[in-house]
């Protein structure tokens, strides 16, 4: 996103880019793409039903309603949250360089707690009590060292960092909605932060997390963050999610060691192996991120505009469709892939898969891969 | 060593072997250095007194005498110890290829476990459980890869590691005489390592162990390893000696990492730091030693001949042994600086040093480094 289309939106605006996110089968990967190709959410969502239908669609694609998105501002209002676009300043920087930034947070508490660099400091629900204090110790000093604190104000470990870093800045990014506490017994926590620092969601005000929604809130603690410390995880745990997800955003990994007789130290130890910086104290982290470079300059995953239309890709015709959608199959394929077998031009192949996925034919994968969806057979009633 | 050197001593040459390392001011490197310029022990020992008295020894330099050596395996014999010579077969292969390889082990128990490629595993004495149960099952799982652990019979995770390892073989290396038990509750253990492996040790038998001795002993059981393990360790650490002389003779270093809570922890995570390989379970130390390609060929730092003497050596003049101690100071000073600033050829310098070191004037420092000795005032009486 290039500097000048950084810039405070009018609340009409906003609201156009809340109900264009709200839509079904919009996810932050299609709307960027409607952005990139129609320059603003309004121009989006006017041409939304045709590209559902293009690609097959059945029935109409179900549009955010004005009355919709205005409802959710309204309860925000309420409860004294913040709506921040991707476009404007307040939203956080090294957040806006993600593929998959979520259009608009909802922040209830400080935006300057999200305007300081961020270190991440994720791990185990059910940390040792050395966990919860190295956790804790970290939290305090990296947040001493001027970085906000972001963590998932889960059970263990995050409930430690957050704590920790009080009453310095620290930001909770939660699963569901930010006014949603979760678990109950942080109810106190949960305030507390939002006096020091905020709480953030990528979902609408209320919303009950559901499973699948974790994996994707990590990828905003790592995404807001120069760099993410692992504190006691086992294998295959959500923290080490979060620690992909740094390593494939940029991000530095941290992890701390321990013992191998722990399985809460297996997930870290594997970090280990493969690169993670071993971190014994706040000072490892400091060092490391006070020799990096500020992150400057356009973020390279970022479309060139938002608010003025690229000249027009090519229309898709219906035979490119049709072979583009041959070449999806149950098992998640490369774009890359699907260009090289088909033999279009890229232009032409992310048009379709764009149709596609709006049409809810085709889903989106992590690393740029696409599945087809196969509906159930529809009842001949 | 050239393989045709390697070969069995008749009990005389042994005696022989024995008296030379046994004399004033002859460490295993200055051995080596005389049996390359004399081709053998027993021409070296005629030479040594005509030596010191050129580099200005004021009083003749403490041969070791025909019945002190015979006496010495005697008591050997008596012990039911074997003394080993570097050139022998029987000699550890691995340790043969380190510059200041031993001239003579004593060996108490099977020369078997010492034909097997060694692991050693080394670590706190004052080790946690956790620490022990990590070195036993470790050692256990290492000796059933059929390498042979060697340990230093220490309190903690080197008697934890010997436990471990047995009934299958294990060495045991001693800082004193290989029959001086410390600590003095390993007396069960001292006995059981003889009967499934061996005890041995570079000193006289009887020796009791002083602290100088315990830095030098680590040197062996590196140079006997492929790898040297380390569970647990502080910083500063006896283990921390071991590891860093296995780095130096290019064994591969293995650290299990713990909590950074604990001390006895961060002697493990700086290792790591380092580039040591992350420890969790036998496994990772088998499959890196398995990947490596047996140590085979000459070792690049043994002597070309033992029992051949070399083309005669330039003599050094006095002039030249001036100039070479004014360079020396109390600090010591890499012989390569000696080299450069006297100007003088290498193997002039080489035998000049050789010379001061017999004489007691200057004393050989790691790294291939020497300072002088200033003798206290003498008492003009």
């Known amino acids: 996103m290039r500097e000048e289309f950084i810039k405070p939106l009018?609340?009409?605006?906003?609201?156009?880019?809340?109900?264009?996110i709200r839509c079904?089968?919009?996810?932050?990967?299609?709307?960027?793409?409607?952005?990139?190709?129609?320059?603003?959410?309004?121009?989006?969502?006017?041409?939304?039903?045709?590209?559902?239908r293009r690609a097959g669609s059945k029935r109409q694609i179900r549009l955010c309603a004005p009355a919709e998105a205005e409802a959710e501002a309204k309860a925000a209002r309420k409860a004294g949250a913040r709506l921040v676009a991707l476009c404007e300043p307040a939203y956080p920087a090294l957040l806006r360089a993600l593929d998959d930034a979520p259009p608009i947070l909802s922040v209830l508490g400080s935006l300057e707690a999200l305007a300081r660099p961020c270190?991440?400091?994720?791990?185990?629900?059910?940390?040792?009590?050395?966990?919860?204090?190295?956790a804790e110790r970290l939290a305090a000093e990296i947040?001493?060292?001027?970085?906000?604190?972001?963590?998932?104000?889960a059970r263990g470990v995050d409930t430690a960092a957050h704590r920790g870093a009080l009453p310095q800045p620290t930001v909770a990014v939660l699963a569901g909605g930010a006014d949603v506490v979760y678990p109950p017994e942080n109810d106190a926590l949960h305030a507390e932060i939002q006096t020091a620092g905020a709480v953030i969601s990528e979902m609408p005000l209320g919303t009950v997390p559901q499973a699948r929604h974790f994996p994707r809130r990590n990828r905003l603690i790592s995404g807001l963050s120069l760099g993410v410390v692992v504190v006691e995880a086992a294998q295959r745990s959500g923290s080490l999610i979060t620690a992909r997800f740094a390593g494939?955003?940029?991000r530095e990994v941290f992890a701390v060691p321990g013992s191998p007789l722990d399985p809460r130290a297996r997930g870290c130890n594997h970090l280990l192996r493969d690169g993670a910086t071993l971190t014994e104290s706040a000072a490892d982290v400091l060092s490391v991120l006070g020799a990096m470079r500020p992150p400057g300059g356009p973020p390279s995953p970022a479309p060139d505009s938002l608010d003025q239309a690229d000249p027009p890709a090519p229309e898709p015709g219906d035979a490119e469709r049709v072979l583009i959608e041959e070449l999806l199959g149950a098992e998640p394929i490369l774009v890359d892939d699907v260009v090289r077998q088909s033999a279009l031009p890229i232009a032409v192949v992310h048009g379709v898969l764009l149709e596609l996925e709006l049409a809810g034919r085709a889903e989106r994968h992590p690393g740029n891969r696409f599945a087809r969806l196969y509906k159930a057979p529809a009842n001949p009633l």
Chains 1, 2 share one sequence.
Not at 27 to 41: A, K, Y
């Open 24 to 52: 079904e089968n919009v996810g932050p990967v299609v709307f960027r793409q409607l952005l990139e190709r129609f320059g603003n959410p309004a121009a989006a969502l006017k041409a939304l039903p045709d590209l559902a």
């Open 143 to 153: 947040a001493e060292g001027g970085y906000t604190v972001a963590s998932g104000m």
């Open 248 to 250: 494939d955003q940029g």
């Open 119 to 134: 270190v991440g400091i994720v791990g185990a629900r059910n940390a040792s009590a050395n966990g919860r204090r190295m």
């Open 10 to 20: 009018s609340d009409d605006q906003r609201l156009d880019w809340l109900r264009l």
